[in-house]
């Protein structure tokens, strides 16, 4: 998988003779510059996590003597069988075939190699994690309004640290942002109004022509967790401290020294830490990703419908995401057995 994320692969696949004759090589070169928009059009995490799953497949192809491209619909079932001898993941397993794939097509081996055993393979394996009592999806509990108030009160807000946690939870919640959104806002990407702030989303894993997204945020009810006062809170810390453009958050040092960006990494430790710092129940598994399911959770709740949260979280109209938040909330609303007098 090239530098050029395989584009330029797929462009000298089967077929380009003919489709090139009387050009010359002119006609087959790119600038340096060109090459690098290329790369940068693939998400640099999928890159790096598909380059990864593309390594060890084809180290393992090689350890076992298999030819790894193109490859057969035999090897990647055995590959498929291997990991889930090793006990990996449904979801990276399933993360593996697509890398391979992906590969190949732009190898230029476009439809190989066939999955359909593969993916028999893992279904098997699903049953059997099913059979012996293993989760196959493992997802972060959603931070309810009530889960949220808790880990904000966690926070020491009369530390820097303190008050820019606090915005992690609100915005991340009130965003149903994604971590790499959220660390990747500046301070000119937020701006206050008459009903709240808007927020602008510059790109996203949805956005893939980076078009940008204006989100707005409503006022909030609740001193502690109105979005406007956090983020005011915030921003006079950075003011106080001479920083008026750049990352919107940052790390801070024990002695409560700003840095220039908060990792994505962070983010995780921030939102699990507060919510065992809170006593959160399954405070263990919460993630980042907690605020985002967390805003779709109680969004739904309060009644808003499925295309505007979608809308507001930045999810594809028909994303299986978004409706298993909803089934989580339906189990409970819209039960059969609820008032039946038992």
């Not at 008050?163 to 959104?181: I, K, N, P, T, Y």
Request: one cysteine or more; a positive charge.
């Amino acid at each position: 998988m090239g530098n050029d994320g395989g584009a330029l692969a797929r462009i000298d696949g089967p077929g380009r003779d003919r489709a090139l004759a009387g050009r010359g090589p002119a006609d087959l070169a790119v600038s340096e510059s060109t090459r690098a928009r290329i790369h940068d059009g693939v998400a640099a995490n999928t890159r790096r996590a598909y380059a990864r799953q593309w390594e060890e497949f084809a180290a393992w192809a090689a350890a076992e003597g298999r030819c790894s491209m193109p490859a057969t619909a035999h090897t990647l079932a055995e590959y498929v069988g291997a990991l889930c001898d090793a006990g990996k993941a449904p979801a990276t397993i399933e993360q593996a075939i697509a890398a391979v794939r992906t590969a190949h097509r732009h190898g230029g081996h476009k439809g190989h190699p066939d999955t359909e055993a593969a993916r028999l393979a893992l279904r098997g394996y699903r049953r059997h994690r099913a059979e012996k009592g293993q989760r196959n999806q493992r997802e972060a509990p959603p931070v309810t309004i009530d889960a949220l108030r808790s880990m904000v009160g966690a926070c020491d807000l009369a530390t820097r640290r303190g008050v820019r946690d606090r915005l992690v939870l609100v915005l991340g919640l009130a965003l149903m942002g994604r971590r790499s959104e959220l660390v990747a806002l500046t301070l000119d990407d937020i701006a206050e109004t008459s009903e709240g702030l808007e927020v602008r989303i510059r790109t996203s894993k949805t956005d893939k022509d980076s078009r940008g997204e204006t989100i707005a945020i409503p006022r909030g009810s609740h001193p502690l967790t109105d979005p406007v006062k956090v983020w005011r809170d915030w921003l006079d810390l950075l003011g106080e401290a001479g920083i008026t453009s750049g990352r919107l958050l940052r790390s801070v040092t024990r002695h409560g020294h700003l840095g220039d960006q908060l990792g994505a990494n962070a983010v995780n430790d921030i939102v699990r830490g507060l919510a065992v710092a809170a006593g959160v129940p399954g405070a263990e598994r919460f993630t980042a990703h907690s605020l985002r399911a967390g805003g779709a959770t109680v969004a739904y709740a309060a009644g808003v419908p499925v295309s505007v949260i979608a809308k507001h979280g930045r999810w594809a109209p028909d994303s299986p995401v978004i409706l298993r938040y909803i089934r989580a909330v339906d189990r409970w609303k819209d039960n059969a057995m609820r008032n039946v007098g038992l």
